[in-house]
């Protein structure tokens, strides 16, 4: 077999197993925060200022962003789909890259979106927890 062509093939892979892997990654996360299952914290989530004053805010800004979820889910079925296109079609590792590099670029921004979406979710939910536990 050509070796350009294994190359393509390898970097098509690569990229695609990277755009679903993402795609589970914040599709779990942000249903797990949603539910309440991912408690506030510094690691994991969306962690703006808004999302972290409080637990239902951050709560409230998870079930925002996991309302954009599918966003995510069609950036990862057309990077997929595109870079099939690409091995099927015999493009070079350079298009390849491209394609895989642009449809990143995309998630990039589909990210930024998405936080800016739950940072209003959390602006706008009721009260403070931390307040109400105070009182």
């Not at 951050?58 to 962003?65: D, F, I, S």
């Not at 091995?87 to 350079?94: D, E």
Request: with cysteine; hydrophobic share 50%; net charge positive.
């Amino acid at each position: 077999m050509n070796p350009d062509r294994d190359l393509t093939m390898v970097v098509a892979v690569i990229f695609g197993i990277t755009h679903v892997g993402l795609t589970i990654l914040m599709a779990s996360v942000t249903s797990r925060a949603a539910s309440g299952r991912l408690a506030r914290n510094q690691w994991v989530g969306i962690r703006t200022p808004s999302t972290m004053r409080s637990d239902s805010a951050w709560v409230a800004g998870h079930r925002a962003a996991h309302r954009l979820v599918p966003l995510y889910v069609l950036n990862a079925v057309v990077a997929c789909a595109a870079l099939l296109v690409g091995v099927l079609s015999a493009f070079s590792v350079g298009a390849i890259m491209f394609i895989g590099i642009g449809l990143f670029a995309t998630f990039t921004g589909i990210s930024i979106y998405v936080a800016i979406a739950a940072g209003r979710a959390a602006r706008s939910s009721d009260g403070n927890d931390d307040e109400k536990t105070e009182r």
